[in-house]
């Protein structure tokens, strides 16, 4: 029986078949199925706004009752500013630059599939930081932080207690300006003297002026006016020089400063202890515009100038 040119198989289509029924009945190893992708990262909500991340300290030391409603005031004032969107955390997990993971699905692959929506540093333009003690940051964290100033030229807006912290980590001292030493007034009628009225967040103030609030004193390093602008500071004719556990002898109390660190921006106020602190529109425009200044949107270069005669 012959078969039509119609219905005999062609030569590829038969080798076909056959290395089809090999691999099914004759046990031919075959390429696993690669695995299902990450899914994408989701479109930034975001886009086109600056981005803060605000940390508050709340277990390695004094808990401050001020630090909710600070960090709650300073997203509030962003929103409502239209420039800068404030993401509020109360723990570090996100000062890295590495991917973020979690547990079960959220681990990292290949037992996890999911991704966590976890931002790192990249993702930040400025940190907002009311903390104190420790903290828990690895090395890594430590690296992370630092070149986030110091290499990509961003901003870090520390609050109160930020100087009374990392006592252990002399880099961060050498960033900030400054390490805590004492309140030897507690909290005070804080009788305050404007020095540089042209920096934005002073721009509102008058030139004089009283606020409550719980004044840091400075140790002596590494503090220095040769490396901080002071912004403000207090008026020494008008507190007691005598009290207990006042160690500085040159009648130099800042209230507030601003450095660079490397290509980044740091501002410092000794301001925010009380909770009322942050009801003050005083207070408040004063860290607005300060982080607005850390986020590149002002322009002011810092300039270190000696402590004013008498």
């Given at each position: ?21 090999a ?12 695995p ?23 277990h390695?030391?004094y ?11 300073i ?40 991704r ?5 540093l990249?993702?930040?333009?400025a ?7 420790e903290?828990e ?38 960033m ?47 503090y ?58 005083r ?28």
């Open positions: 029986m012959s078969f039509s040119g119609s219905l005999r198989p062609s030569r590829r289509a038969f080798l076909a078949g056959v290395a089809g029924l691999a099914r009945g004759l046990g031919v190893a075959q390429q696993p199925a690669p299902p992708p990450q899914p994408a990262s989701a479109q930034d909500p975001f886009a086109g706004k600056k981005k803060l991340l605000a940390i508050g300290d709340v390695t030391g808990q401050h009752d001020s630090v909710s409603h600070a960090l709650a005031t997203e509030r004032l962003g929103r409502q500013s239209g420039e800068f969107v404030t993401f509020i955390r109360t723990d570090t997990q996100l000062l890295t630059k590495s991917d973020i993971y979690g547990t079960g699905r959220y681990s990292a692959p290949p037992a996890g599939t999911r966590t929506n976890a931002k790192n990249n993702y930040f333009d940190i907002f930081f009311f903390g104190l003690g903290e940051l690895s090395a890594q964290q430590k690296t992370a932080l630092l070149a986030f100033v110091h290499d990509d030229g961003k901003g870090f807006v520390g609050a109160h207690s930020a100087i009374d912290a990392f006592y252990n980590w002399p880099q961060y001292g050498e900030m300006g400054a390490y805590f030493d004492n309140h030897p007034w507690g909290v005070m009628d804080a009788p305050i003297i404007i020095e540089q009225p042209e920096f934005p967040p002073m721009k509102h103030l008058p030139r004089e002026f009283t606020l409550r609030d719980e004044i840091y004193v400075p140790t002596n390093t590494p220095s006016r040769a490396n901080v602008d002071v912004l403000a500071r207090l008026d020494a004719n008008k507190v007691n020089l005598k009290i207990a556990d006042l160690h500085r002898t040159d009648g130099d109390f800042p209230i507030a400063w601003v450095k660079n660190y490397g290509r980044g921006r740091v501002f410092y106020s000794t301001l925010g202890h009380l909770d009322a602190s942050w009801d003050d529109p207070v408040q425009q004063m860290y607005v515009e300060a982080i607005r200044w850390s986020l590149g949107l002002t322009a002011y270069t810092p300039r270190p100038h000696p402590l004013p005669a008498k």
